[in-house]
């Protein structure tokens, strides 16, 4: 079962293609570039390419945005931003696109960041977590949907700064996402909690944990809570070896992302109960605006929406809020003025986020919550929404840590 | 006294706890063919491995017109002035046959690390006077990996030859030829070894070959020698029409 | 205290069962075909996969379970016989790399089937029954199927042993992997065997990803996970040394177990740095021997010839194309052409040490990424501009190609290619985990050419007479004497020896030229995408470079020009229109394999060869 993409399958004029800049745009239709890894982590883009057709359907459905219809032209970068640095060219060169999206892996949204930086495009990162992307390389032209590792780390230390436990461990996947997210954990809770002391800290290969000498490792340093970084398939091999050899027994454990469905779901039965996790509750998220997308996802794609599918939905919602701000202009530097302070609606029905003119950070939220086992399988249960806004740094420290412009 | 060009004292070897080459001691003259023979087991690869640098001797030196070149590397042994050819011919199979010997030409001029000439540039004439002293001339263009088997065994003369070497160490130089060429070769090999003064040493099966081509002989029995001198001497020699007992056919 | 050393020992032990499962069936295969089987890593995942559906399937229970294991484990046999039938059968004559392309051309395949099949979520099989517990020792909890899988790799050996030890077959067997010649005795007998062999190997990769079930989940990202380590363990143990294999697996196992209590973040390089370790002091791995036969008597390629006339004129016509056309062709034509002009030289260097140097390298991705770094550092760290960068690139990578090759070209074959994939790993992993100096996966940003040079068209052309110059230099240097000496050496390293040549110091150098030479085009590819990331020397871009040069042809010189715009062009389309573009990358290298086994060089040489005898 492979949704299909729009193909364009007249291809092998290869010269055609390479050439002819985008002889068949239309100049009523405003085209997006959206460049993903999806043969790499097909698990968790397909949810979100589904969500984003989807909401670009009811926007043409409806007329489109002032009068001018919106196409989606989507590529495949493999995981290797060399290549999306390619498709940014191509799309922006070739097929005439109005605006860049997309992007999971932090480093391919970074390579892309910097493509739009250098010819003053607009970039909206969608899922890319990484710090960097706003602060530390941040610039006029990118905006980031998702709370980024900093913030979710934030929303956690709050919920860890109330245990009772001082010894701390730490497991996260050896490269730049795990050991930033090990770092701000570390540097937040000492700064709530200075009497905690970390005893062990766990790098493991990303994608090839050995889980069995894992876990015995950080057993072996007897802490009294553990925070996880590590997802997909580490995660699961740390969770069986983990919950097999005793290591959640008594101990608190905090994690990353884990309440996410995507993570969640695999587990099965065997996901963990009690953890204290980010996430996306689903099942049990209500609001009159999540149930709408909810019932609609289900009835069209027949399976549960995940956390790639809320973010889709509302990459397209911001791309349709600013597009109505311009009265649909694409002019790059009227669309970033347009985004800059904009609120948007989102899928969860809270509070409407906002992206923050000091660093194009969207103020979108996540739920806190533990988890647990409903009908043999893996939920989120007493969450709430942490609201994006009250997890990040203040003005000052923002404008130290972004270049200046 | 000119001292002779191969000389190998006492040269002992042996294999654990197998004494393959004991006690021998030969010399060779410019100009002279001298054969190594013995049935097999004798010890004469190890003999010949000895003095060509494949294998270090336990005891005893190898001296090259005087020089002491015992145990040194294959490479350097061949840069004081000796040619070698095999028992299995080896040549560079995808290089014609004229560059074979020109590879060895340059590499004779200390240019092999040269990566600004153009070998097809190259003058010709010094590989196509070799190859014409072995015969080879016309098939200069060919690629040598189609070569015929005795065809090949005179490009690796002509290879062995190209840095003018004072010996020439040729271990079984017509095993795998048929019989007529086996004496146009040898008799070919004669030839230059006198016109130039180059001493041969060289290993031989073919009893015909050896006793028609080879002024001196030395026949090795066990890792010792057993008898040496003239063919007529060595023809009539006791112990080694006794060594040859149904094995080996004396002429 | 020592309780927990003695978990941690145990947890190594089961780690070591798994790798040896594995191993033991890749280390088979080559043994007694010579093929490095690419594709061991698909066998293993569809192992896990098969099992979990037919684990699934079965009733749950003892029965359910086994039988279901034991099923995967036949049909992954079977799928291994298919292979060998219908593809590696058919190209036992070709040179070594062809077959390893091959092999890398199901993996594409396999990737692609997987994901169509079971889809792309992340699949957790059921526990063993009888084995979910834990057992209490000396106060740790020991998961009982670890202990399982503990007996299970020595149970595995020994029942290997008698196998190769008391049947006809396991002697058949023995004497092919001892001695290469044996094969050939074998006559009519020689298909069965090694396809026999195929089953064996391809079953006991399957019985390796099957039995993973009740540890890990099932995901598409273990093929090429397992891969790598299964090499390293082959390698460490000695190729086609199943004692070899266990202790290698034995070694890493419990490298891993302790090395991460000692250094936690040096997980991805350790068993890379045991491996060159290991080769630098024994060059044939623990238990392994130098090859019987020194060289399995290299295919004899043509003498390369001065450029027909015919091949002149082609020429001219691509560099007056490559001056003209992109020009009128728009702003991203003008990317593409910039990208396949870098391809075009690498390629050439990879193809300057393997076609007239004879060496294998799996890992020439680390000189394109020395270069790329060497330029992205200097921009990043001293805020250098574009043309000391662009100087910086070959000094970086052509330092790294003399370490590195300093150790590489003194050992041959699949062994000197593993060493090379070793250092490459180690340089990755460095860029990937070294994050204060490298950004690690961040990758370092705005490494943009200088203002001059900012217009793509002025790059375009940069890169276009950097790289069509230092082609064309390589090029000319294969017929120099020193590309002849290459050549010598390769062809017979005795007569070489014999002519004073230094075979090490002509591979030494032309190791460094070719580093050099790669370094130069990942200069220009940091310049061209104004980013530097880890992938530029991961496995994958090593690869490209391998497909690039065997696509073209090994034997002739035009062929990694050829290569190098046949694949960038092809990668370049498929990837822009197809969901299933590495399916059908597979298929196509398979077909290239299977139909054009000179490479598309040799196959356009041969047709030009009948129309003008």
Excluded at chain 1, 324 to 341: H, Q, S
Excluded at chain 3, 141 to 165: A, E, Q, S, T
Aim: glycine share 10%; charged share 15%; proline share 6%.
């Amino acid at each position: 079962m492979i949704p299909t993409l729009p193909r364009r399958v007249a291809l092998l004029g290869a010269a055609a293609s390479l050439a002819a800049p985008a002889l068949h745009a239309q100049p009523s239709v405003i085209r997006i570039g959206e460049i993903n890894s999806y043969s790499a982590i097909p698990a968790f883009l397909l949810p979100y390419r589904q969500a984003w057709q989807m909401a670009e359907e009811e926007i043409n459905a409806a007329g489109g945005i002032a009068g001018r219809r919106i196409e989606t032209i989507f590529r495949d970068d493999n995981g290797r931003p060399e290549d999306a640095v390619r498709h940014a060219g191509e799309l922006l060169n070739n097929e005439r696109v109005d605006l860049l999206a997309g992007g999971f892996l932090s480093h391919v949204g970074l390579a892309v960041s910097d493509v739009a930086r250098r010819n003053r495009r607009l970039y909206l990162a969608t899922e890319p977590l990484s710090d960097a992307l706003v602060w530390a390389q941040g610039h006029r032209y990118i905006f980031r949907l998702r709370p980024s590792t900093y913030m979710q780390c934030a929303m956690l230390v709050e919920e860890a700064a109330k245990l009772p436990a001082r010894r701390w461990a730490t497991v996260a996947p050896n490269y730049e996402y795990g050991q930033s997210a090990v770092r701000w954990f570390r540097e937040l809770l000492s700064r709530a909690k200075p009497d905690v002391e970390f005893v062990a800290e766990q790098f493991p290969a990303l994608g090839r944990i050995d889980a069995g000498a894992t876990v015995q490792a950080l057993a072996g340093a007897r802490p009294e809570a553990i925070f996880n970084v590590t997802f997909g398939a580490d995660l699961t091999n740390f969770v069986r070896q983990g919950s097999t050899r005793g290591l959640f027994d008594g101990r608190t454990m905090v994690s990353l992302l884990t309440g996410e469905p995507e993570y969640l779901d695999p587990l099965g039965d065997e996901a963990p109960e009690g953890w204290i996790v980010t996430g996306y509750p689903w099942q049990e998220l209500n609001t009159p605006g999540h149930v709408r997308f909810r019932e609609a996802y289900q009835a069209r794609f027949n399976t549960h929406p995940r956390l790639g599918s809320a973010l889709g939905f509302d990459s397209v919602t911001v791309i349709r809020r600013m597009l109505e701000a311009t009265a649909a202009d694409t002019d790059t530097e009227k669309m970033v003025d347009a985004l800059r302070g904009m609120t948007f609606p989102t899928v969860f029905g809270e509070a409407d986020p906002e992206f923050r003119a000091i660093d194009h950070q969207s103020t979108l939220g996540a739920y806190v919550g533990r988890t647990a086992l409903r009908q043999g399988r893996g939920v989120m249960v007493d969450w709430r929404y942490a609201d994006g806004r009250d997890y990040l740094p203040s003005d000052e420290e923002v404008r130290r840590l972004r270049p200046q412009d | 006294m000119i001292p002779p060009v191969l000389a190998a004292e006492g040269l002992h070897k042996s294999f654990g706890g197998v004494q393959a080459v004991a006690d021998v001691s030969l010399a060779v003259a410019g100009g002279e063919l001298l054969a190594l023979i013995g049935p097999n087991g004798a010890g004469k690869s190890t003999c010949f491995n000895l003095i060509n640098g494949q294998l270090r001797p336990d005891r005893g030196r190898v001296r090259l017109r005087g020089r002491d070149i015992t145990g040194l590397a294959p490479r350097r042994i061949w840069r004081l002035g000796v040619g070698r050819t095999f028992q299995i011919t080896a040549t560079f199979g995808s290089l014609s046959v004229l560059q074979n010997v020109q590879m060895a030409l340059l590499s004779h001029a200390g240019r092999a690390f040269d990566l600004l000439g153009q070998v097809p540039r190259e003058d010709p004439a010094p590989a196509l006077a070799l190859l014409e002293r072995v015969g080879m001339a016309e098939q200069a263009g060919r690629p040598c990996g189609v070569l015929a088997y005795g065809d090949l065994k005179r490009v690796e003369l002509a290879v062995a030859l190209a840095h003018g070497p004072a010996l020439l160490l040729m271990d079984e130089p017509t095993a795998g030829m048929a019989p007529a060429e086996r004496a146009a070769l040898m008799a070919l090999t004669a030839r230059l070894a006198r016109e130039s003064g180059i001493a041969v040493l060289f290993t031989e099966h073919d009893m015909g070959v050896v006793f028609g081509h080879a002024d001196r002989i030395l026949v090795l029995d066990r890792g010792r020698v057993i008898a040496e001198g003239p063919p007529d001497a060595v023809r009539g020699d006791a112990r080694v029409r006794a060594v040859y007992l149904g094995g080996m056919e004396v002429p | 205290m020592w309780q927990d050393l003695l978990a941690q020992s145990l947890s190594g032990l089961a780690t070591a069962s798994s790798l040896f499962l594995v191993a033991s069936g890749l280390t088979v295969i080559f043994g007694v075909t010579r093929i490095v089987n690419f594709a061991h890593g698909s066998l293993y995942m569809l192992g896990a996969y098969l099992a979990w559906t037919l684990v699934g399937a079965l009733p749950r229970g003892h029965l359910g379970f086994w039988g279901g294991v034991l099923l995967a484990v036949l049909i992954v046999g079977v799928i291994g016989v298919l292979i060998e039938v219908l593809l590696l059968r058919r190209i036992y004559k070709s040179p070594e790399l062809f077959q390893l392309l091959a092999t890398f051309g199901v993996v594409l395949i396999v990737q692609d089937v997987a994901l169509w099949i079971w889809g792309p979520q992340d699949l957790l099989g059921p526990r063993a029954p009888g084995l979910r517990g834990a057992v209490d020792i000396f106060g740790a909890r020991f998961p009982l199927y670890d202990l399982f899988l503990i007996c299970v790799g020595p149970v595995v050996l020994g029942l290997l042993w008698l196998l190769f030890h008391r049947t006809r077959w396991g002697t058949r067997v023995r004497a092919a992997t001892a001695d290469r010649e044996m094969v050939g005795a074998l006559g009519v007998n020689q298909r069965l065997l090694f396809t026999t062999v195929f089953f064996l190997g391809a079953a006991l990769a399957g019985l390796g990803g099957a039995l993973q079930l009740p540890r890990e989940s099932v995901n598409l990202q273990m093929d090429l996970a397992i891969i790598a380590e299964a090499f390293v363990v082959v390698v460490i143990g000695g190729l086609g040394s199943l004692p070899g294999a266990f202790l290698a697996a034995l070694l890493i196992g419990q490298m891993q177990a302790f090395g991460i209590l000692i250094f936690p973040k040096i997980t991805l390089v350790l068993v890379f740095l045991v491996m060159a370790v290991v080769l630098i002091l024994r060059p044939y791995g623990l238990l392994g021997r130098p090859p019987a036969t020194a060289h399995a008597a290299p295919a004899i390629e043509p003498p390369y010839g001065p450029p027909s006339r015919a091949l002149r004129v082609i020429g001219l016509v691509g560099l007056a194309a490559a001056l003209v056309v992109p020009p009128l062709m728009g702003e991203f034509a003008l990317i593409v052409f910039t990208e396949i002009a870098i391809m075009v030289l690498f390629a050439a260097s990879l193809h300057f040490i393997m076609g007239p140097g004879g060496m294998v390298s799996f890992g020439h991705a680390a000189y394109f990424g020395m270069g790329a770094y060497g330029a992205a550092l200097l921009t990043a760290h001293f805020a250098a501009p574009m043309e000391a960068g662009l100087l910086a690139a070959p000094l970086v990578a052509g330092l790294a190609g003399a370490v590195f090759g300093f150790f590489c070209v003194r050992l041959s074959g699949v062994y000197a290619a593993m060493l090379t994939l070793a250092f490459a790993q180690i340089a990755w992993s460095t860029a990937f985990q070294w994050i204060e100096l490298t950004g690690g996966d961040n990758g370092i940003l705005g490494v943009w050419p200088s203002d001059w040079a900012a217009p793509k068209l002025t790059f375009y052309y940069l890169a276009l007479g950097l790289c069509v110059g230092a082609t064309l230099l390589l090029r000319r240097s294969i017929f120099s004497p020193f590309g002849m000496a290459m050549r010598a050496q390769r062809d017979s390293p005795l007569r070489a020896e014999a002519i004073g040549l230094d075979g090490f110091r002509i591979r030494w150098v032309a190791f460094i030229l070719a580093a050099v030479a790669a370094g130069i085009a990942g200069g220009l590819f940091a310049y061209a995408k104004g980013s530097v990331f880890p992938s530029v020397m991961a496995i994958p871009r090593s690869v490209d470079a391998l497909v690039m040069v065997l696509l073209g042809g090994v034997q002739t010189v035009s062929g990694p020009i050829i290569g190098a715009l046949a694949f960038t062009w092809a990668h370049e389309q498929l990837m822009r229109a197809f969901e299933m573009w590495r399916l059908l990358l597979g298929l196509l290298i398979v077909a290239l394999v299977l139909f054009f086994p000179q490479g598309l060089a040799g196959a356009a040489q041969r047709l030009a060869g009948r129309r003008a005898p």
